[in-house]
């Protein structure tokens, strides 16, 4: 094992080595940007997006009339399809569980009135933006952010829903197999935000 380890460090030391410190490069088209989500949450948005959503996805109650934390979580499950089905970071996580958060994007995007052909993007940085707004006080904030056609069933609906999220079994499902896979066990440690 040892001798595997060191025979690994040798490998990328070449590749280590030509990239500079503090490089500023974009992000890989593979990511989805957070910039919505106006809070720290420890330098890892992959982290925070399964924390998050296997908080709020294993009991219904832990949202219901916090359309914040609602929209918190529909955004990291969102982001989550993408990274870990795209992200060469997650290559080793169970395929099973993989396809699992695609079937719980589908079944959210259903719950909330979002076109299936809606790009995440889009989806989360509007879901961020509403919970930012919510966060502040600012309901027309939260509104703008929500009236947009990716969101068929308008603003007022969408956010009555945040609020009052339903048991979403494949969201569940899916969350604590990849917290699962991630951590070994399943267990979570809940960041406040």
Known sequence: MRTRLFGLLLAAAPVLAIVP??????????????????????????????????????????TRGLPVEGARAAAALEYMAVQINTAPRWAEIDPISKEELLRARVELRAALGI?????????????????????????????????????????????????ALPYLREANIATMHVGANFIGGGGVVRWKL
Do not use: E, Y
């Open 115 to 163: 076109r299936p052909d809606a790009p995440s993007q889009q989806v989360v940085s509007s879901l961020l933006h509403a919970a930012q707004a919510l966060a502040a006080g600012d309901g027309a904030a939260a509104t703008a952010a929500l009236n947009n056609p990716i969101f068929t069933a308008g603003p007022q609906q969408t956010l009555a829903v945040l609020g």
């Open 21 to 62: 410190a503090g490089c500023t490069a974009p992000p890989p088209a593979w990511t989805l940007d957070l910039s919505g989500l106006n809070v720290s949450i420890g330098g890892d948005p992959d982290m925070w997006a399964i924390n998050t959503a296997q908080w709020a996805f294993a009991d219904p109650a832990r």
